[in-house]
């Protein structure tokens, strides 16, 4: 069979084994290349660059508007940052940005939490995500435009979706969790209490504002970290194909054929050619039901989320929880039995201090053994069904 070759793609594969031939200017890898060289390094440097690739497709999907694809980007994402176990700045600036991105492609589905404080919705909990970004914005206007962007449209998408209670739960979300200005409080709260969703001042800080400034930043962190070495090597390996009249079809069955070449002494000196693989192959269609929302939620997005779940604000936001506040899949969470006396007493006592749908705030002043406030929530109406709110 004939031995695969790609064409040679930057001096940097030089570090990792790839011996080229200097007649055809092609390149190939074997099982015996430079075996001096530590597999983790070229991994670390192979998984960089995989990163780097997902969080340009990332951008360019959010530009394009496209779920699907951004969905299937996010999970090849996930995997290969939990086989990572040490990223650099760079890149968990890049992780960062990346969760962001999944809260404002939810931004207008207020069914999807993000945070285990569920009076949160996406936009909401962007706030606080982009203010962990501010030392990442360099132009601090556009930092703050986009801030101001997100407190309107926190408030104006549920007045949009008719959830005049929602938009004044979140104004009053705003103004005791942000430092949002106080002549913007006052107009979203007049807005709010005339229900006026064609307002001039909503339509000034609009959606798709908040959407062009948004690109406008990613199109400045791109200049700025450069992330497409993998895609430009990509692109190349198209256009060779394609100079050769071959199709990525032909070059996809020519990538996935290995080489074996026996010598007159034994089979053991087998050389096998790893190629690179498609650009298609790198959007995963794997299940990717860890990042996902909330089950019983419209999975228009998966959203970027591990199992612990911290509350983002705009005070409390920090740089290795901002990707990873996204609520609990039902896989996830566990199966609680009868709730036992101890904690109906607690949930009395907490209502009775906090009042009642404060569940969060009850959350954080008591044990509830991984009760979610949901889960609060049914069991104090169990109660006042059952009339023993008022009893002890």
């Not at 508007?65 to 700045?89: C, M, R, V, W």
């Not at 999944?102 to 945070?115: N, W």
């Not at 497409?228 to 990509?234: G, P």
Request: proline share 3%; net charge positive.
């Amino acid at each position: 069979m004939k031995k695969s070759v790609f064409p040679v793609i930057g001096n940097s594969l030089k570090t990792l084994g790839m011996e080229a031939d200097p007649n055809n200017k092609t390149l190939t890898i074997t099982s015996t290349t430079d075996e001096s060289v530590c597999f983790t390094d070229v991994e670390t440097v192979a998984k960089r660059w995989m990163i780097d690739f997902s969080f340009v497709s990332l951008c360019r999907f959010f530009k394009e508007g496209k779920f699907e694809e951004f969905n299937q980007t996010i999970s090849t994402l996930e995997a290969i940052i939990d086989s990572t176990p040490h990223l650099k700045a760079e890149q968990k600036q890049k992780k960062q940005i990346c969760g962001f991105l999944a809260r404002i492609m939810h931004g207008k589905h207020l069914d999807v939490p993000f945070d285990r404080d569920e009076r949160l919705s996406p936009l909401m909990s962007a706030v606080g995500v982009w203010a962990s970004q501010k030392e990442t914005v360099a132009n601090d206007t556009l930092f703050e435009h986009v801030t101001n962007l997100l407190y309107v449209q926190s408030v104006a998408v549920c007045l949009e979706k008719g959830n005049c209670t929602m938009a004044s739960s979140a104004l009053k979300w705003l103004e005791e969790e942000c430092e949002i200005p106080r002549n913007l409080g006052i107009k979203l709260s007049l807005i709010v209490s005339k229900r006026d969703t064609y307002h001039p001042f909503l339509l000034n800080f609009s959606w798709n504002r908040l959407l062009e400034n948004i690109q406008t930043f990613l199109d400045r962190f791109l200049e700025e970290h450069p992330s497409d070495f993998l895609l430009q090597a990509a692109t190349k390996v198209v256009k060779a194909g394609q100079e050769r009249g071959t199709g990525e079809e032909s070059e996809t069955q020519e990538a996935s054929s290995t080489t074996s070449q026996s010598t007159e002494h034994s089979k053991e000196n087998q050389e096998t050619s790893v190629l690179m693989r498609p650009k298609k192959k790198l959007l995963s269609t794997r299940n990717i039901q860890p990042w996902q929302p909330v089950s019983g939620k419209k999975p228009a997005l998966t959203v970027m989320r591990k199992r612990v779940s911290t509350r983002l604000t705009y005070r409390r936001a920090s740089s290795e929880t901002a990707l990873n506040s996204t609520t609990l899949s039902t896989t996830n969470r566990k199966t609680h039995g009868k709730w036992p006396w101890d904690l109906d007493r607690a949930l009395k006592v907490g209502v009775k201090r906090h009042g009642e749908g404060k569940w969060s705030r009850i959350l954080q002043e008591h044990d509830f053994q991984g009760r979610t406030g949901v889960q609060l929530k049914d069991r104090w109406r169990i109660l006042k069904k059952a009339h023993k709110v008022n009893t002890e």
